[in-house]
């Protein structure tokens, strides 16, 4: 009613709204029962991006969400592993020539595979699934990017093997993964994104 009145135009054409969040044993908080979590002292301790995380992972569109210590525990291993993906990454592209670089065999497998999840992920995060998009996204940066790929290309690196191919993919992975991430944990990704070589826009601006 607030924008309507200001702006003489709708806010929002689509509005998501959750159930009810509930502690781990599917109890309704309350602070009587003892049971409630303060979100503010969650994002002092942890960062918000752990709060919303946690929130977001593996909840259903309309379902009670069961909150616990463990949750924001999990989410801050993941957005930690985030950054220190990142992180390496970075590091292994101070002497990178960004000049056209042409992938082949592992190293196109890898771009393919990335594309794939891409076009996986817009397909469930249109249609506002947030429980198949952020567990698609777990998945793939945790077990595959950072526990597969990044292990795999590292080596390449240090052996100065087809080392412009590892970079080239390490990066163009990275991006499309932080671009995927950006609406879940958005305060990390854009400062990620804001020390990622050859970036002209706010990763809130740019398009996946």
Same mark, same amino acid.
């Given at each position: ?52 995380? #946690? ?8 379902? @009670?969400?069961? $909150? *616990?210590?463990? +949750? &924001?525990? =999990? ?9 220190? #993906? ?8 101070? @002497?990178?020539? $960004? *000049?056209?670089? +042409? &992938?082949? =065999? ?19 995060? @249109? ?82």
């Amino acid at each position: 009613m607030m924008g309507l009145y200001k702006t003489n135009q709708v806010p929002f054409k689509k509005v998501l709204l959750h159930g009810i969040v509930r502690d781990k044993n599917h109890q309704k908080m309350s602070k009587s029962k003892g049971n409630s979590i303060d979100p503010i002292t969650i994002c002092d301790q942890y960062g918000a991006d752990v709060l919303r995380w #946690a929130m977001l992972y593996g909840t259903k569109v309309g379902d @009670d969400i069961a $909150f *616990s210590d463990d +949750k &924001v525990i =999990g989410a801050r291993n993941f957005v930690n592993k985030v950054w220190n #993906a990142s992180k390496f990454v970075m590091m292994n592209l101070s @002497d990178f020539d $960004f *000049s056209e670089v +042409k &992938v082949e =065999g592992k190293y196109e497998k890898y771009i393919k595979e990335n594309d794939e999840i891409v076009k996986k992920y817009k397909k469930h995060f @249109d249609k506002l699934n947030i429980t198949t998009s952020s567990t698609l996204l777990y998945k793939y940066f945790w077990f595959t990017f950072a526990d597969k790929i990044i292990e795999d290309l590292k080596q390449d690196i240090k052996n100065d093997t087809n080392k412009k191919q590892a970079q080239y993919v390490l990066l163009y992975i990275l991006q499309n993964n932080i671009k995927m991430l950006h609406p879940f944990i958005p305060f990390v990704t854009e400062y990620i994104w804001s020390l990622l070589p050859e970036r002209k826009n706010l990763l809130i601006v740019e398009k996946l």
